[in-house]
């Protein structure tokens, strides 16, 4: 292929307009009071598969939020490759934390991205991601250089679990047939270190409630008297790790997958400095499960973790209230072999027998995916290594990510299909977070890198 560099560099204000025009709408799925520019989000990414050279776009109804889907096939004989995106993002809270607001997108220049980073809510995950494909896809047919079939699937609802996807893809599996399925939604170790997200975990998320008396009641006059759902909510959350950070939820780890030395081995080879990781963080220590290293905790391992805790009175000043309810939000985070609903049950069984009387337990599933591995000798991981060299001179580093995309594993049931997860973010742009930002360099480097994969997972597919 010829390069892409000239194309992007002549081209380069326009893309960074485009991406900041789509940051400005807050399309944030989990608030309805954020409706209509969700749906705004929608109509404008159908815009912009049009401009970039698809034959037929369609905003796809489902229970949900419209899912956009378009194609550009120039022969049934030549490979298909299926994009997914999303173009939903996080809540911005708390606005309080932002140095600029979040949906008023600012370039500014820091230490690690010298030539700027678009801080916005979305600019990684996933609207600068999503929309480096749509650019690559305007690259190839401007110059006259796809080289196969593209479909995209983009949809609004991947923050808030992906509800509608399902319903969408068994309803629309010849619509959607491919022969791989890439996705933008993971990162790279460095700038100078490329990496293949090629392992995904699971994810249970839930919410529980504690109830005691019936109204919020005097502290002072029930004080001791009367179970306060706070502390024993708070005493229930501490009980579920151990001293050595374990999960003591019974049958948790049953089918965890357990890697092999070699593996584990592998894995350490990645670049990593511990210092500089505190560092980043502003953290004296780190923390996690007895016996596995920081990458192994944050990616093999599984986890539970409180997101939200509340209840009670938060306002300015005080007052003494003992509260009739407390609440939390709880997710865990899963490994290969284990199923979500399975440990969604364990979970729920195990939080009702360790409340005490006085109180009332509810749990609240949320949503929840599988673990997801990709197997690193299939074309698709070998056309992006090839793409990766391609661009960035060295060979990318097979890395299994600790976030989770529930999806990925629907696909392969219902599309029978491999996932290759090329990110091109970096663990510190801050993606569900305040100041969330994602490099110029970065987002150009992926609409460069994209056209490689399809040139080479062509070559490859003869």
Same mark, same amino acid.
């Given at each position: 292929?010829?390069? =892409? ?10 893309? &960074?307009?485009?991406? !900041?025009?789509?940051?400005?709408? /807050? ?13 705004? *989000? =929608? ?30 096939? !120039? ?36 230490? &690690?991205?010298?030539?700027? =980073? ?18 690559? &896809?305007?690259?190839? *047919? ?40 890439? !996705? ?12 293949? *997200? ?21 502290? #002072?006059?029930? #004080? ?22 374990? !999960? ?8 965890? $997958? ?15 400095? &511990? $210092? ?11 923390? #996690? $499960? ?93 056309? =992006?290594?090839?793409?990766? $060299? ?15 995309? /529930? ?56």
């Amino acid at each position: 292929m010829k390069s =892409a560099k000239t194309y992007i560099e002549k081209n380069k204000d326009r893309f &960074l307009d485009e991406l !900041i025009q789509l940051l400005k709408i /807050p399309s944030i799925s989990a608030d309805s009071a954020y409706k209509k520019d969700v749906l705004k *989000t =929608a109509e404008a990414v159908k815009k912009q598969l049009e401009k970039a050279g698809c034959d037929s776009v369609e905003i796809c109804e489902t229970p949900g939020y419209p899912i956009v889907y378009g194609e550009k096939m !120039i022969d049934k004989k030549l490979p298909t490759i299926l994009v997914y995106g999303h173009y939903d993002v996080q809540p911005p809270d708390p606005l309080d934390l932002w140095d600029s607001p979040p949906f008023e997108p600012v370039i500014k220049k820091t230490k &690690l991205h010298p030539e700027g =980073a678009i801080f916005a809510r979305g600019s990684c995950d996933d609207k600068g991601q999503m929309y480096m494909h749509v650019k690559a &896809l305007e690259y190839m *047919t401007k110059t006259d250089q796809l080289p196969c079939n593209v479909k995209f699937m983009i949809e609004g609802e991947e923050e808030v679990g992906s509800s509608s996807l399902e319903w969408f893809v068994t309803k629309n599996k010849k619509k959607l047939a491919n022969d791989v399925i890439l !996705i933008s939604d993971t990162g790279m170790i460095a700038k100078d270190v490329p990496s293949i *997200t090629t392992g995904l975990r699971g994810l249970s998320y839930v919410e529980v409630e504690v109830t005691g008396p019936n109204r919020d009641l005097h502290s #002072g006059l029930y #004080g001791g008297a009367v179970a306060n759902p706070i502390n024993i909510l708070c005493k229930m959350i501490a009980s579920l790790h151990d001293k050595n950070t374990h !999960i003591t939820i019974p049958g948790f780890y049953d089918d965890v $997958e357990k890697l092999s030395k070699k593996e584990r081995e592998k894995m350490a080879e990645a670049p990593f400095n &511990l $210092e500089d990781y505190k560092k980043a963080l502003d953290i004296g220590a780190v923390y #996690g $499960e007895k016996g596995y290293s920081t990458n192994e905790r944050n990616s093999i391992r599984p986890t539970l973790d409180v997101n939200g805790i509340w209840g009670g009175y938060t306002g300015e000043g005080a007052k003494t209230v003992i509260a009739s309810k407390a609440y939390a939000k709880i997710s865990m985070r899963l490994v290969p072999n284990q199923d979500w609903k399975k440990i969604t049950e364990l979970f729920k069984k195990h939080f009702e027998s360790i409340a005490p009387e006085g109180v009332r337990v509810k749990v609240k599933p949320h949503h929840g995916g599988q673990a997801y591995v990709t197997p690193i000798d299939s074309l698709g991981y070998k056309a =992006a290594e090839k793409a990766y $060299e391609e661009t960035f001179g060295k060979t990318p580093i097979p890395q299994r990510s600790g976030g989770s995309i /529930p999806i990925v594993a629907l696909f392969e049931k219902e599309l029978k299909s491999k996932t290759i997860l090329m990110g091109f973010g970096l663990d510190s742009d801050a993606i569900h977070s305040p100041n969330e930002h994602f490099g110029i360099w970065n987002y150009l480097k992926g609409i460069e890198t994209i056209p490689q994969f399809y040139h080479f997972f062509t070559e490859l597919s003869k």
